[in-house]
């Protein structure tokens, strides 16, 4: 809403601030972290007197977090959503359709998350929405939001692939770019919810994705910069940068209620929206493989998962002593800070090779 008040900017000068992207985006950043800090301990005491026992925790999982994660409340996501979605309304060009685009996956698929927690914790167990239902809703969901991607793009190019490191290759899709899109943003939403497991294993790095992405947008969605770095230029994306903001200033909020031992756990609320707009940005701006190695550690937990279903379904045998793989390394007798830290590592290093394809082409 204050990005209207720079048609005012001719009257009153200083409000021509209110035009730029980067202003806005650390306007939007700074809200959201103010938002989740004043309202984050209220938050969790109503979901702790709600919850009662809180979060139910898996026995077939480590041992250690029958004893060290029982009682702690979950749906943490709802705080960072409130965060995020007060700080764009206020930051962003309302006007834009992409914003409303990943806003819109971000929040159905944060409700998907919070019924699902929602049925575990008042049933007390680990099993919330089937599979199959949760999966089909968010499919649908984000083929309708691949279409409308699709249709604000200019074709064909808004149905092709663009790959990192070349400047001109491009693989037309045609309208199968829709189902590929779709792939893209369920695939990130369950890979990140698979990925939650450990305090603070997960919003760090998403964060971190999450500051990526908010620089392509601002570039890829910047005529000028997108045609010095030789970027394919995607008119509008560069609002999304705003959106990225709020989750890194709401993501930093919630870090410290969720540094260990963390007072409320994300849940499936937080996992699945924060998934679910990450592979909706990297949609919008024509980055879906750049996402592939800025969220390699998502992509990692999810093939982990994958590899240790397949192998035991057809040989009897786990490739992984638990899965994802963070459990494997607790087996393996790494601590939970060791995980944590190390993780974080890898995020920082993919980032670093995802942003070199802004430049490296």
Not at 77 to 87: R, T
Not at 126 to 135: F, I, L, P, Q
Not at 175 to 192: H, P, R, S, T
Not at 235 to 251: F, K, Q, Y
């Amino acid at each position: 809403m204050l990005y209207w008040l720079s048609a005012f900017s001719d009257t009153i000068g200083p409000l021509n601030v209110l035009r730029y992207i980067t202003f806005r985006t650390g306007g939007a950043m700074f809200t959201a972290l103010v938002f989740v800090f004043l309202f984050g301990h209220s938050i969790i005491d109503q979901l702790r007197l709600k919850q009662g026992k809180g979060q139910p925790i898996r026995s077939d999982g480590p041992q250690s977090h029958l004893v060290t994660k029982k009682g702690t409340p979950t749906m943490g996501g709802l705080m960072m959503l409130f965060g995020l979605v007060v700080s764009t309304v206020l930051w962003a060009n309302l006007t834009n359709r992409y914003v409303w685009i990943v806003l819109g996956v971000t929040l159905i698929f944060g409700a998907i998350g919070f019924y699902d927690d929602y049925l575990k914790v008042t049933k007390q167990t680990h099993a919330g929405v089937s599979g199959k239902v949760r999966m089909l809703v968010e499919a649908l969901i984000a083929l309708a939001a691949c279409y409308f991607i699709v249709s604000l793009g200019r074709q064909p190019f808004a149905t092709s692939l663009t790959f990192p490191f070349f400047k001109e290759l491009v693989l037309p899709l045609g309208w199968l770019f829709i189902i590929f899109g779709a792939f893209i943003i369920v695939g990130a939403g369950n890979a990140v919810n698979l990925t939650d497991g450990l305090d603070g294993l997960a919003i760090v790095p998403v964060m971190i994705a999450t500051g990526c992405f908010g620089v392509f947008a601002w570039v890829v969605g910047n005529a000028v910069l997108s045609d010095y770095l030789q970027l394919h230029f995607v008119a509008g994306t560069g609002e999304l940068a705003v959106v990225c903001g709020a989750v890194i200033g709401a993501g930093l909020g919630f870090l410290w209620f969720n540094a260990p031992p963390a007072s409320i756990f994300m849940g499936d609320t937080g996992s699945l929206a924060l998934g679910g707009m990450l592979g909706a940005i990297a949609v919008a701006t024509k980055q879906e493989i750049v996402l592939g190695i800025v969220g390699g550690l998502f992509v990692l937990e999810a093939v982990s998962v994958i590899v240790q279903v397949i192998s035991f379904k057809l040989t009897g045998k786990r490739v992984f002593r638990m899965a994802p793989i963070h459990h494997h390394f607790e087996q393996l007798g790494w601590t939970e800070p060791q995980i944590v830290i190390r993780f974080w590592i890898v995020s920082v290093v993919l980032a670093l090779v995802g942003l070199s394809t802004l430049k490296l082409r």
